[in-house]
């Protein structure tokens, strides 16, 4: 069978696209390897009439709702190859199975590369964060700290932080670049600077209650915010060719093409913008509707040209 589409990455991008794709009537196959960016995370927001719900179970309503439609197939397999013969795509999977496709979309997503601080990963996603409209609201009004060392990264995650708290404190983790008007702006905000190397978190269960610093103090904080450093999620090979912006996601048009025709990027897999499942869920239905667009251009081309 050739496949219309196929899917790689099964994140609200993906299933989203799945979803579209299957409700124009298109032979879909969707790859996921179950393996998410936010399997630490506990529950999602920011997703109307989903908000607070845990990933899983996010991912097992949408998987119910693809079966509904015949022309969708889910494969719970890692892509391991993506190569390109002549008009088609052909994707091999870690089992050696090979699916042929007219397109394709990546929506693998991408992955965070925290700061190199023991204890960090025991916090992640219970009481560190990534992203302020996702977890601020559950840690308004409570002690915080931003934890980033890149000075533009640390004044602007910062400034974002302060919308939920007036208890916040930037951790520079040693970092010292800082301009003397970016430290005037955070004391004039009530932002309190500490530039010490932390040397570990302290709390029980993922719970933070203190950051500890080389010099041997420690400072009261119950949550915060980490401002990591990305990078694509995917693993496989390809001899597809596209683009990468200086944040590391792969560019799109506003319809979500790569430079490589037929080939289609959508969600974190840009690296675009914030990252919110709403928003990748909106990228993967734009990228289904261009898809189904030129799969139906194609169409009538090729019907003229035979007339």
Known sequence: MIFDCAVIGGGPAGLNATLV????????????????????????HGFIT???IDPQEFKRIAQEELSRYLDVRIEKQRVRHINQENNLFQVETESGDVYSAKKIILSTGFKEVLPDIPRVKEFYGKSLFSCP??????????????????????IHMAKMVSNWTNDLILCTNGSKDLSPDDQEILKNNGIRLNEKKITGFIGKEGMLERIQ?????????????????????????????YTLNELGGIETDSWQRTKTAGVFACGDTRIAGPSQLIMAAAEGSMAAMAVNAELIEEKFNQEKQQA
């Open 21 to 44: 794709l299957g409700r124009s009537r298109r032979k879909t196959i969707l790859f996921d390897d179950n393996k998410p960016r936010n399997a630490v995370t506990a529950e999602s």
């Open 50 to 52: 989903r908000d607070g």
């Open 133 to 154: 409209f996702c977890d601020g609201w559950e840690l308004r009004d409570r002690p915080l700290a931003v934890i980033a060392a890149d000075d533009t990264k640390a």
């Open 213 to 241: 610093f080389e010099d041997g103090t420690s400072v009261g904080r119950v949550g915060g915010f980490i401002a990591a450093e990305w990078k694509q999620a995917a693993s496989f090979e390809s001899s597809l060719e």
